[in-house]
């Protein structure tokens, strides 16, 4: 019966060292945030998720071809929306609908929940969704990050992050490269993804925190999140992903 028992206990053991799965050290952050606790006035509220993330791919190297597919691709998956969950239940979550049970809590070294525990962000931000993509892009050569540097059109940088990243199985290929080129359009080049230099050039935002309406590339600080913002065009994204200078510094 001992040799039986030392069998059971060995083994009992070893299926439960096997599992990986990684929980958030907020308890808080368990559930996506409720979009309602967030004034309609608020910099988050009113700020331009798409935008953002074209303009951190292009901060990180990427030329704005092959930045505008990555967001095409996001679009389709979530919106750019950081707190989607997959419609009817399913395990997607976040702007690239990651997997729960794989890439969004569990795979080993390759999950945004440890990601996020590490850096002492939450899994559900924007910037830490973003980082997490970069930080798997350029750490797992088979998330194709060589592929999308080699697309030199919207239509294969789109294919590229599609296929090696995304892995969607059923893709709605002509979707996604529509939206990339929406994407391109808005924001690149002259399309006013970076502001114009001065105040003048754009359209302002109007700021919850400081209660007024500011000027193109006016800089706040949120009270509601503590982020910063950069006004761009109308809209407030995130200022480190902006390359256009500040006109005007608000820190709380």
């Not at 028992?5 to 060292?17: D, G, I, K, P, Y």
């Not at 919106?79 to 976040?94: D, K, L, T």
């Not at 049970?101 to 850096?119: F, I, K, M, P």
């Not at 996604?176 to 302002?204: C, I, T």
Request: proline residues 4%.
């Amino acid at each position: 019966m001992s040799r039986l028992w030392l069998l059971f206990v060995l083994a009992t053991s070893a299926c439960t060292q096997s599992v990986d799965v990684i929980e958030p050290d907020n308890p808080a952050d368990v559930d996506p945030p409720d979009p309602s606790m967030q004034p309609a006035t608020s910099e988050p509220a009113l700020s331009n998720a798409e935008q953002t993330a074209f303009n951190y791919f292009v901060s990180k190297g990427l030329t704005e071809v092959q930045s505008a597919g990555v967001v095409g691709n996001l679009i389709q998956e979530s919106n750019v929306i950081a707190s989607a969950v997959e419609y009817g239940g399913g395990p997607g979550r976040g702007i690239a609908q990651w997997s729960v049970g794989g890439r969004w809590d569990s795979s080993h070294n390759d999950n945004v929940t440890a990601y996020a525990n590490q850096q002492g962000t939450s899994r559900w931000a924007l910037n830490t969704q973003l980082d997490f993509i970069w930080y798997e892009l350029t750490t797992y050569s088979g998330y194709g990050l060589a592929q999308l540097k080699a697309a030199t059109t919207v239509s294969s940088a789109t294919v590229a992050f599609m296929a090696k990243f995304e892995v969607c199985g059923t893709c709605n290929q002509t979707g996604r490269v529509n939206d990339a080129n929406q994407v391109l359009a808005a924001y690149g080049g002259s399309g006013g993804g970076s502001g114009g230099g001065s105040g003048s050039g754009g359209a302002g935002c109007y700021s919850g925190t400081l209660v007024e309406q500011m000027p193109e590339n006016a800089c706040v600080q949120s009270k509601f999140d503590d982020l910063w913002y950069q006004c761009s065009n109308g809209s407030w994204v995130d200022r480190w992903s902006d390359p256009t200078a500040c006109n005007g510094v608000h820190p709380l």
